[in-house]
């Protein structure tokens, strides 16, 4: 089976300094794909490219078969991808509805937007609590909840996660990943960005580890001691 | 003395109604953009001078000139997005200024090419006796102003808060990254401000030669001086503060020039925003510093 999301060699610079190096990963439908590594390895650059936030130097990536290499980030999110990036960034001056809608702002029907929003409020019932605050008055987790919430919005085939359980209390991210989970269960195939590699190495089917902008292991969770990955992830193979 | 009071605040919200458009104006292009665009009142000017040239030529309606007015302060305007503000959206925001001045300087050449005048009339919106009441006297046209200022801000506060563009400008505003990966195209929606501020622009261009009777070269640097400092009053960035800042603008200049008279009249406005600024108070930076922090 052809996987959902192939990069392929991928090249990504800011200026002369290349933070991708030449990746390649899959992400197979249906599965939950973690990628780990230590701070400055290049992962929210893998993410800012697929998403077409950043365009590659080289390399390609491809997404159902199709080439959406250097395309703009709302074509990307109109092919199905959303990202859910670092820090959240919500919108703090919209309220907790509006950054849904705003989620929503490529598809049309008002009615199944609506019945969109009412099954993500049954799901995040904070959220619903709050729907007509501004997103800066939410707590970090819940302002996470509303970042996954903004990015199901658009149904993506594709969910790019990125460390949504930075800075955030234990108790927040165990909810964090038990919607993870959740999401995995019902079809949502997830492409999850991680500095907590105990807990992603749970919930993920298929690992990598990138280090110093490229792909230095690649398997399943059992392939590699989980302290060893820990160790890579948080400090690179340069601390052996 | 309360008299003079009344009559100087009647006179300063008429005048403030006006200045409060410009603003709104610019602040739609300072909220998406984060950069100032000197050629905002140029870009009315050019609008204002089409319409004189219509009214010169074939003696046009006042509805055809308020529109000619609007159409070509949106065709500066498009012009103005084109050359300064396009190619630099992710470059420095000096370059984009320095250039919208360079086209500040085309439409002021290009305006005395057309007509080499220094001052052409324009046709006034109500040609009757201002209303007298308790010794105070208003002009029709400045309710007519006033009541267009109203219309325009209810009708722009609708677009934002009520519709689906609205939604994708004000995410924009608050975050363009963020915005993109919501699906929004923020490429558009730049232009599309940009196209909706200039058509508020040319409104209240048309209001303002209409309501002094005349048009000068200089409008486009009063426009954009009026608009600016109005802007700033209210709190760089925030809508509601634009409209406060042009109502507080057009106060202080109609109290300013009663008690020290004309010549005084625009420093006292200056020296207030200079203390604004150099006091720096929370509400005043509160847009600029929101979104860096986010």
């Known amino acids: 089976m052809a996987a959902l999301l192939e990069v392929r060699e991928l090249v990504t610079a800011y200026g002369k300094i290349e933070a991708l190096r030449g990746v390649s990963l899959e992400v197979q439908e249906g599965s939950i794909t973690c990628l780990l590594g230590p701070n400055g390895a290049g992962k929210t ?54 950054n849904l809608h705003a989620g929503a702002y ?39 909840m509303l970042a996954v919430a903004r990015a199901l919005m658009s149904r993506p085939k594709l969910l790019l996660m990125d460390e ?12 964090i990943f038990r919607i993870i989970a959740e999401l995995h269960r019902d079809g949502t195939t997830i492409l999850l960005v991680e500095q907590n590699a105990h807990m992603a190495l749970q919930v993920a089917q298929h690992f990598y580890l990138i280090e110093q902008g490229q792909i230095t292991f690649s398997g399943n969770p059992g392939a590699l001691a989980e302290d060893e990955v820990i160790r890579r992830a948080y400090l690179g193979s340069a601390a052996h | 003395m309360l008299l003079d009071l009344l009559q100087n605040t009647i006179d300063g919200i008429a005048a403030g109604a006006s200045y409060a458009l410009l603003a709104v104006g610019f602040t739609l292009i300072f909220g998406v953009l984060r950069r100032v665009n000197l050629s905002y009142g140029p870009a009315i000017m050019f609008g204002c001078y089409a ?101 325009i801000c209810a009708l722009l506060h609708g677009l934002l808060h009520r519709t689906r563009f609205g939604l994708a400008v004000r995410a924009t505003i608050e975050n363009p990254v963020a915005a993109s990966l919501a699906g929004i195209d923020p490429a558009r ?14 409104i209240a261009g048309f209001l303002i030669v209409a309501t002094h009777g005349q048009v000068t070269p200089m409008l486009g640097m009063w426009s954009t001086l009026k608009g600016l400092l109005a802007m700033m009053l209210g709190g760089l960035g925030s809508l509601p503060g634009a409209i406060v800042g042009g109502l507080a603008l057009g106060l202080i200049e109609a109290h300013s020039q009663w008690f020290l008279g004309p010549q005084l009249r625009d420093l006292v406005a200056y020296l207030l925003l200079f203390a604004l600024l150099a006091a720096n108070p929370a509400w005043m930076t509160r847009w600029t510093t929101s979104r860096s922090a986010s």
């Open chain 1, 106 to 144: 490529q598809r049309r029907g008002r009615s199944e937007i609506e019945s969109d929003i009412e099954r993500l409020m049954l799901r995040f019932p904070r959220l619903r609590d709050r729907a007509a605050q501004n997103a800066g008055t939410l707590s970090g987790g819940e302002q996470q």
């Open chain 2, 51 to 151: 319409a004189t040239w219509l009214h010169l030529n074939f003696q046009s309606g006042l509805m055809v000139l308020g529109l000619a007015a609007v159409a070509g302060a949106v065709l500066a305007g498009a012009y103005v997005e084109r050359l300064c503000f396009a190619p630099h959206r992710a470059g420095s925001a000096i370059a984009a200024m320095v250039a919208s001045f360079a086209l500040w300087m085309q439409f002021e050449e290009l305006a005395t090419l057309v007509l080499p005048r220094h001052v052409y009339p324009f046709p006034t919106l109500h040609e009757g006796p201002p209303l007298e009441f308790f010794g105070l006297t208003l002009r029709i046209d400045a309710i007519a102003v006033l009541g267009a200022a109203a219309l």
């Open chain 2, 189 to 202: 929606v730049f232009v599309l401000v940009f196209a909706l501020a200039s058509a508020i622009g040319g």
């Open chain 1, 164 to 175: 949504p359980s930075l800075g955030l209390a234990p108790l927040v991210v165990e909810e």
């Open chain 1, 45 to 98: 650059t893998l993410m800012f490219t697929t998403a077409g936030i950043l365009r590659p130097r080289r390399g390609s990536v491809r997404f159902g078969g199709r080439d959406i290499t250097g395309r703009a980030p709302h074509a990307i999110v109109g092919a199905g991808i959303a990202l859910v990036p670092e820090n959240r960034l919500v919108f703090p001056n919209l309220s907790v509805l509006e």
